[in-house]
């Protein structure tokens, strides 16, 4: 495994060495952020997948540290948005401005012009803008003016939010929620992560500066393109194939939804499966790969009758209930 202590090498375009870096991120991102590998697997997933990934936790969980430490292990160029009620679809995707010098307009990028964008706290800002964010994560483009323009390759939308029941917030509607790949939850620390987390503060940790921590880039942009072409390479079986469609469908048949996952859902489901099995070793996937991503893949993609809330059920609950009723295959 690359030692990521060290300057990122020239990458070589060899899967093997791409997945060394890609592993070689947790080494890097453990030395700011505690205890929080689930969604850091999530993370990588995700870039694998050419997705976007919601990350939802109370304030005060590291969510956003979580990305500034991906960004800073990733030789990727990274912006940051501060999502607030006052802000405006401009703000995100570019205007047009107009040069008196010239006597003509000119489009100036917005920040969703970057390899990795940040969205931090989404929820915040109304659905207007929101959806400002539509079509740069389903078409990778923006289009202003009637012009469309292709944003750069990788592109990935790491979006915060808190919890729906704070004040300040908006509920995403649907149609944003599908366009994530992954929904990550991100708990509490156990009480043994808390003291490491107030330790490291107490020897002068920095979650401003990630460079003191020693958090440096590991992998490349070529070390990605090179994981994306083995895990397009990764063997999918029919009998797996059915299985993540039979996983979807049985959502949809649920008596505690009133929305199950979608032929996107099970697309996805698909991807996310396949980018885990490489990301563990082999070239095909098996049963496990699916359930390992099925809760983070599928949980904001369905939706629960008022009834089914109302007496505790929840999203993930279904999908277990779903998991253990679906025949696995040989």
Request: with cysteine.
């Amino acid at each position: 495994m690359m030692d990521p202590t060290t300057d990122n090498a020239a990458p070589t375009g060899d899967p093997a060495a791409a997945r060394a870096a890609l592993e070689a991120l947790r080494a890097e991102i453990a030395k700011a952020v505690v205890g929080q590998d689930p969604a850091v697997t999530g993370l990588v997933v995700a870039l694998l997948c050419r997705g976007h990934v919601l990350l939802e936790g109370v304030p005060g969980v590291a969510k956003t540290l979580l990305i500034r430490s991906l960004a800073a292990a990733l030789e990727l160029d990274t912006k940051r948005v501060q999502f607030t009620p006052d802000l405006m679809p401009s703000d995100v995707t570019g205007s047009l401005v107009y040069d008196a010098r010239t006597a003509e307009f000119s489009f100036q990028p917005g920040p969703v012009f970057t390899n990795l964008l940040l969205a931090d706290e989404i929820n915040r800002t109304p659905p207007k803008t929101q959806s400002s964010l539509l079509e740069a994560m389903e078409e990778r483009q923006v289009t202003v003016d009637g012009t469309p323009r292709a944003l750069p390759d990788p592109f990935l939308v790491a979006a915060t939010q808190n919890p729906v029941e704070y004040e300040g917030t908006y509920p995403l509607p649907e149609a944003q929620l599908d366009r994530f790949l992954l929904k990550l939850t991100i708990p509490l620390p156990s009480r043994q992560d808390e003291i490491d987390v107030l330790t490291r503060h107490a020897q002068g940790f920095d979650p401003r500066d990630l460079r003191a921590a020693g958090v440096r880039p590991v992998a490349s942009a070529a070390d990605l393109e090179a994981a994306r072409r083995a895990v397009a390479a990764t063997t999918v079986s029919p009998e797996i194939t059915a299985y993540v469609v039979d996983i979807c469908r049985a959502t949809r048949e649920s008596p505690s939804l009133t929305l199950g996952v979608s032929p996107r859902g099970a697309t996805a489901l698909l991807a996310t499966a396949r980018a885990w099995a490489w990301l563990t070793g082999r070239d095909y996937v098996i049963p496990d790969d699916v359930k390992a991503l099925a809760l983070p893949t599928l949980r904001h993609r369905i939706q629960l009758r008022p009834e089914a809330e109302m007496e505790g059920v929840t999203a993930d609950s279904v999908i277990n209930a779903v998991l253990s009723h679906v025949p696995v295959p040989r």
